[in-house]
């Protein structure tokens, strides 16, 4: 039923949760994970200078390797993990990388790093289950529950 399947990620211990559901989905049909950060430096783009959109830029990109390469350490053997960073609007690159043609299944946390976003669905996650033309899996994370490997995800159902 799937054979790729895309799993954004912030870097957050949050998305571990969307990562384990990915993880037992990609063994139960034997597909593929896609770990996938996004860079979006244009947040930043207000800065005095060239130069410091730059540093920025390069360490956001620093940070979204190191996000992906959690998220590869984290997978069992028996799953294959793919890594890519791209640059641009977070829920606009993952809807043009959920294409039918390159996956099958997005999995993804309820909400990210924090702050405002604990409050809502997250901007993110709501565009990409609006325009996605795959099916979306939504991983709904209790932030007091991460510390607390013993019980199991819930699923948040949309």
């Not at 211990?13 to 063994?27: I, K, M, N, P, S």
């Not at 860079?39 to 830029?57: H, I, K, Q, R, W």
């Not at 709501?126 to 607390?148: G, Y």
């Amino acid at each position: 039923m799937y054979d790729s399947i895309l799993v954004p990620t912030d870097g957050s211990r949050e998305v571990e949760r969307a990562l384990e559901y990915a993880f037992d989905l990609a063994r139960a049909h034997d597909a593929a994970i896609r770990a996938l950060y996004v860079v979006n430096a244009a947040g930043y783009a207000g800065l005095p200078m060239e130069t410091a959109l730059d540093g920025v830029s390069e360490a956001l990109r620093g940070e979204g390797q190191a996000a992906v390469e959690r998220a590869e350490a984290l997978a069992p053997d028996d799953v294959t993990v793919e890594t890519e960073v791209l640059e641009g609007s977070p829920s606009r690159v993952i809807v043009d990388e959920a294409d039918p043609a390159e996956c099958d299944l997005v999995v993804m946390g309820t909400h990210g790093r924090g702050g405002i976003d604990r409050l809502l669905l997250g901007s993110v996650t709501e565009r990409v289950v609006r325009r996605a033309s795959v099916p979306v899996l939504t991983v709904q994370v209790d932030p007091d529950e991460i510390d607390d490997r013993s019980e199991e995800p819930r699923l948040a159902v949309e």
